[in-house]
């Protein structure tokens, strides 16, 4: 399925939101990554609906969402915004799924912006640094050259590139679609816009909370993944208390394009045996405390 469209449109303080919701059943917000767009959850959002109210939506500056003048397409802000939409849609402690930066969104929706969650799945996540790619690297410190680049020689670069984010090949349809929103002028300034504002600042106060995390939380990686490589996943699960890595063979960094019927079978799994536990405390811990020296841990 290379066709793929959100009907909601929601006004936050950062923009306007493209939203959908899917499916009946305990909520499961998934929140994808760049350069992506929610496009990169659609044939994983059937199986899930099954069974989940499946929350999907493209962050600020990406999809079909739009990122207000002046603003900035942040990791923080994108959590603050994933935090107003859990306001909106009036959500009690949904399951939180992101991919690439969007792990680091998750993550800091919840131990920043205290949104309660039941439990997390970390998919081939950008969390712990440095995670930026050398192409994202070279793109930041040269980001007037791309920006002001001839729009055809853009496209040149950004299309190979896409295409390594998978480990099967990615048919032309599907590429087109996720190069659609970076097409333009327009589209080459939003792709730059957004490469210079993602932040290894913005997941250091994250990674230094991941050991609050009290949550049952999946790692799941691709084991083809050019970008994250795998040894990443080790790391992260390593870091966060009682988490669980699965990796998933012949998928690359794009896991849920590559192999959505694995990501969808795993993702089930692990709400299912989260649903079967019993939790106590589902409300995220706020870090505040923890960040200002005053923990009690002697840190």
């Known amino acids: 399925m290379s066709s ?17 919701a899917f499916g009946d059943g305990p909520p499961v917000i998934l929140t994808h990554g760049t350069p992506a767009s929610s496009f990169l959850w659609r044939n994983v959002v059937p199986t899930l609906a099954r069974e989940y109210t499946v929350f999907v939506w493209d962050m600020l500056g990406f999809g079909a969402s739009r990122l207000d003048a002046g603003a900035t397409p942040s990791i923080t802000r994108q959590a603050q915004t994933l935090a107003e939409l859990v306001d909106h849609w009036q959500l009690d402690a949904p399951g939180l799924v992101g991919h690439d930066i969007g792990g680091g969104v998750v993550l800091r929706a919840h ?42 020689v853009f496209a040149d670069l950004i299309g190979p590139r896409l295409r390594t984010a998978t480990y099967r090949p990615m048919p032309e349809d599907v ?10 002028k ?31 939380t999946l790692v799941l990686w691709g084991e083809r993944d050019g970008w994250l490589t795998p040894d990443v996943a080790d790391q992260l699960a ?62």
């Open 4 to 20: 793929w469209e959100l009907p909601d449109r929601i006004c936050v303080s950062g923009g306007e939101v493209a939203a959908g």
């Open 111 to 152: 131990l920043l912006e205290h949104v309660p969650v039941s439990w997390l799945a970390l998919v081939d996540a950008a969390v712990l640094g440095p995670w930026n790619t050398e192409f994202t690297e070279h793109m930041q410190r040269n980001a007037e050259v791309y920006r002001t680049m001839p729009e055809r």
């Open 175 to 184: 590429a087109d679609a996720y190069l659609a929103p970076w097409r333009g």
């Open 186 to 216: 327009a589209g080459q300034h939003r792709w730059i816009d957004q490469v210079a504002a993602v932040d290894f600042a913005d997941t250091r106060e994250v990674v230094e909370g991941l050991d609050h995390i009290a949550v049952p």
């Open 238 to 299: 390593a870091a966060v208390p009682g988490a669980r890595k699965e990796l998933v063979g012949d998928a690359g960094h794009f896991l849920p394009e590559d192999a959505p019927d694995e990501a969808a079978k795993a993702i089930l799994s692990h709400a299912a045996a989260m649903s079967r536990s019993e939790v106590v405390d589902q409300v995220g811990p706020t870090l505040q405390p923890y960040l200002t020296g005053d923990s009690g841990s002697g840190r």
